[in-house]
């Protein structure tokens, strides 16, 4: 996208301002870090929990990525698969590996990946925020299956701090994407910072004869290339409003949990960023694999 469209569409959309507060919390927290360039940001279509011992198009994609980012300080993921009411960022020392899904092979139960957690980087995020948003400290999740089965093929030997923020159900769209708009700073601070989830997903809808197949029923594609566009124009006050786009909008998000992590991606994004996107293929009809990636090349 052109830098003039992109500045205005900044200047059209619902940016907001940190408070005094917070940006004084910021300054704190920022101490505490050393100066990076500026990480990407991502948002990755995780799709099956399958995709964490497969090997396949998706998988490679997302360890060509590993190979192509350098190494950051700690990792946030915004997971769909995490949602409470209220905000929460896990701040254990060691997160466990969540199995939370059912029927599926043994293999896949037995992955663990034993990635270290970042208690006084969720403990420092909290009080950023505050008071703008209260953000609890949890000690009970861990990594979900939106975590770590495309985490752990980004970065395989799991020596990257890594916590979990939640998606707080009582927040509209636009609450999520301000939300995510206090925490670009950490980008200049060595955090990557990970939507996770599928743009399209509407597993009523599967193909299930077409279930491996790159197929997209007519409504999926119609959605999926909206969003795409709106992507890359940087027009994100039409993802906000996701709602107000008619039947196919309807049909590929029918809930929100899985599209939710793509704004706080989208809310990361800054004038210099170059946008590009990967994995962009439809799957069993009512699924998009569909990733972004935010860089400053």
Known sequence: MKRKAFIRALGLSILSTPSMT??????????????????????????SPMNGIEDNEFVREFKKLGQQLDKPNAIIVVSAHWETFGTKVTAMENPPTIHDFGGFPKELYEVQYPAPGNPKLAKDISQMLHPNYEVTLDHRWGLDHGSWTVVKHIFPNADVPIIQLSLNKSYTPKDHFQLAQQLQKLRSKGVLIVGSGNMV??????????????????????????????ILDGNSEELINYRSHGKAFDLAIPTPEHFLPLLYTLGLRNEKDEVSLFNDVPLAGSLSMTSVKLSHE
Request: charged share 25%; net charge positive.
């Open 22 to 47: 917070t940006l004084k919390e910021l300054e704190k927290f920022s101490s505490n870090l050393k100066n990076t360039s500026l990480m990407p940001a991502l948002f990755l279509g995780h799709g």
């Open 201 to 230: 997903h509407n597993l009523r809808q599967v193909a299930w004869d077409k279930i491996s197949e790159n197929y997209g029923y007519d409504w999926a594609l119609e959605a999926r290339n909206k969003m795409n566009q709106w």
